[in-house]
């Protein structure tokens, strides 16, 4: 029986080899799960310098609120800027606050209630903002390793093809085939395990960050809300 040279059956085992050598349905799967892993890193940098920079301006604008400068002079200050967090927050309360009172009203308690609001869209519009993307992180930590399974299948299932055509069992044969397709499972981890960490984090810092706007959104409620009482009692008196 003639033996076929080793040349015949050798094969680029190296990953750039093995990519070449895979089918087509296999390689659009590993460019696709390539692609995800790149957008994933991507967003884990720009979550993690936005939520940093998130964080200074919490620190900062609580430093300026708490300092004891006057609401009226903060709100002329921050006004005309575009705001972000707990300065996003107050500008909508401050500025629900101007209109009610030069469209002279006269419910304390609807008054109230529509600073309340105004204060609860800023809070949803900032956590809106906080944690888009984040599902984009979920979607690929849960996915990628099926689609990477995927490829495999497809793979394995096309090794054995060419082993039935070849009429030979060798690991020789076998093996390069099973290393094409086990690849493809290799990406769709590397790119589901970085994103799978990163949400878990940037949910948790997500919400840290919304505590904290939360937090500040209940206490200014109570400041105004003493201010309204006040301003009662001096029409009364």
Same mark, same amino acid.
């Given at each position: 029986?003639?033996?076929?040279?080793?040349?015949?059956?050798?094969?680029?085992?190296?990953?750039?080899?093995?990519?070449?050598?895979?089918?087509?349905?296999? /390689?659009?799967?590993?460019? +696709?799960?390539?692609?995800?892993?790149?957008?994933?890193?991507?967003?884990?940098?720009?979550?993690?310098?936005?939520?940093?920079?998130?964080?200074?301006?919490?620190?900062? $604008?609580?430093?300026?609120?708490?300092?004891?400068?006057?609401?009226?002079?903060?709100?002329?200050?921050?006004?005309?800027?575009? &705001? &972000?967090?707990?300065?996003?927050?107050?500008?909508?309360?401050?500025?629900?606050?101007?209109?009610?009172?030069?469209?002279?009203?006269?419910?304390?308690?609807?008054?109230?209630?529509?600073?309340?609001?105004?204060?609860? *869209?800023?809070?949803?519009?900032?956590?809106?903002?906080?944690?888009?993307?984040?599902?984009?992180?979920?979607?690929? +930590?849960?996915?990628?390793?099926?689609? +990477? #399974?995927?490829?495999?299948?497809? +793979?394995?299932?096309?090794? $054995?093809?060419?082993?039935?055509?070849? /009429?030979?069992?060798?690991?020789?044969?076998?093996?390069?085939?099973?290393?094409?397709?086990? *690849?493809?499972? %290799?990406?769709? #981890?590397?790119?589901?395990?970085?994103?799978?960490?990163?949400?878990? /984090?940037?949910?948790?810092? %997500?919400? /840290?960050?919304?505590?904290?706007?939360?937090? $500040?959104?209940?206490? $200014?409620?109570?400041?105004?809300?003493?201010?309204?009482?006040?301003?009662?009692?001096?029409?009364?008196?």
């Amino acid at each position: 029986m003639e033996t076929l040279p080793l040349e015949a059956v050798t094969h680029d085992t190296s990953i750039w080899g093995l990519f070449w050598q895979a089918g087509w349905v296999v /390689k659009l799967v590993m460019l +696709g799960l390539l692609a995800a892993s790149v957008w994933t890193w991507a967003i884990i940098i720009d979550k993690l310098i936005s939520y940093a920079r998130m964080r200074s301006a919490l620190n900062s $604008f609580e430093q300026v609120f708490w300092s004891g400068q006057s609401l009226e002079e903060l709100y002329r200050t921050l006004s005309d800027r575009k &705001t &972000t967090g707990m300065s996003a927050i107050f500008v909508a309360a401050m500025r629900e606050w101007k209109k009610s009172f030069e469209k002279g009203a006269r419910s304390p308690l609807g008054l109230q209630n529509r600073i309340d609001k105004a204060m609860d *869209l800023a809070l949803t519009r900032e956590m809106e903002r906080l944690e888009s993307r984040l599902g984009f992180l979920a979607t690929i +930590g849960s996915a990628a390793p099926f689609i +990477g #399974l995927f490829g495999t299948v497809v +793979g394995i299932m096309t090794s $054995f093809q060419a082993i039935a055509g070849s /009429k030979s069992t060798s690991l020789a044969v076998v093996a390069p085939g099973i290393a094409e397709a086990l *690849l493809a499972t %290799a990406i769709g #981890l590397l790119a589901a395990i970085p994103a799978v960490i990163a949400y878990n /984090k940037l949910s948790s810092d %997500a919400g /840290k960050l919304g505590l904290r706007m939360e937090g $500040f959104a209940d206490e $200014f409620s109570a400041i105004l809300s003493r201010q309204i009482d006040e301003k009662v009692v001096q029409k009364a008196a």
